[in-house]
């Protein structure tokens, strides 16, 4: 079956990394997305990674991507406190047209 | 470039009364989707359309949920009659295309609380 999980809430200290973890069911999927939600807001897309890949760099954002273990991760370098928010970990179903399936988020909390 | 445009932000019904929700995408946006976000958990997708036409509704509970895309472009979506348990947030999303690469761009969303 399809599912995704994420844990449900993260602190670090202004400045440290922030990894956030995931893993799914399906070894099938084509691609792996991260999102962030901030309150009162909708989803905003931070990166993606095609399936066929280990790894994507994209300025302070980080993501692995383990196959084998149906593994994802998502680091945050020098978090600040803007990017407290909830992360969503998601998959897309290629049986699916784009289809979309979503971890519960992780709460992100950057304190001083 | 305006985003995904979603209205009323917030609504309260009562059980048993209907509601619709409407979606104005990215223009230009022929993929348009409607998730369901009850309060936490992560997104889950009701209905997909392709231009005018569904490309998956597997998780619509048809028997009180409806949408419709009549032109391609805007999109609405309905309750009737609504329960406690549709207590959540509605949101539209659309997309250029239908690849994994196709950006789904989110709307802020409707907040819905059923009482």
């Known amino acids: 079956g399809e599912d995704v999980e994420q844990s449900l809430f993260l602190s670090v200290r202004e400045g440290d990394s922030s990894v956030i973890n995931c893993t799914y069911t399906?070894?099938?999927?084509?691609?792996l997305y991260w999102y962030k939600q901030e309150p009162g807001a909708g989803l905003q897309l931070l990166t993606y990674?095609?399936?066929?890949?280990d790894m994507k760099q994209d300025q302070r954002l980080t993501v692995l991507l383990n196959k084998k273990d149906k593994h994802l991760s998502l680091r945050i370098a020098d978090t600040q406190t803007g990017d407290s928010a909830i992360y969503f970990c998601?998959?897309?179903?290629?049986?699916?047209?784009?289809?979309?399936?979503f971890g519960a988020g992780t709460r992100l909390a950057v304190h001083p | 470039e305006a985003g995904v445009a979603q209205s009323p932000r917030y609504k309260i019904i009562e059980k048993r009364q209907s509601v619709a929700f409407w979606c104005n995408p990215i223009?230009?946006?022929?993929?348009l989707y409607w998730y369901q976000q009850i309060l936490g958990q992560g997104p889950k997708l009701l209905i997909q359309?392709?231009?005018?036409?569904?490309?998956?509704d597997s998780q619509l509970p048809k028997d009180r949920f409806s949408a419709e895309r009549l032109k391609g472009v805007d999109s609405t979506l309905k309750i009737q009659p609504a329960k406690l348990e549709d207590s959540a947030v509605y949101l539209c999303?659309?997309?250029?295309?239908?690849?994994?690469?196709?950006?789904?761009?989110f709307g802020p969303g409707t907040r819905l609380t059923v009482t």
């Open positions: 999303a659309s997309s250029s295309g239908l690849a994994g690469d196709s950006e789904q761009y």
């Open positions: 399906d070894s099938s999927s084509t691609y």
């Open positions: 990674i095609f399936s066929n890949m």
């Open positions: 998601a998959e897309s179903i290629p049986s699916g047209y784009n289809k979309l399936i």
């Open positions: 223009s230009g946006h022929a993929t």
């Open positions: 359309f392709q231009n005018n036409g569904v490309v998956d």
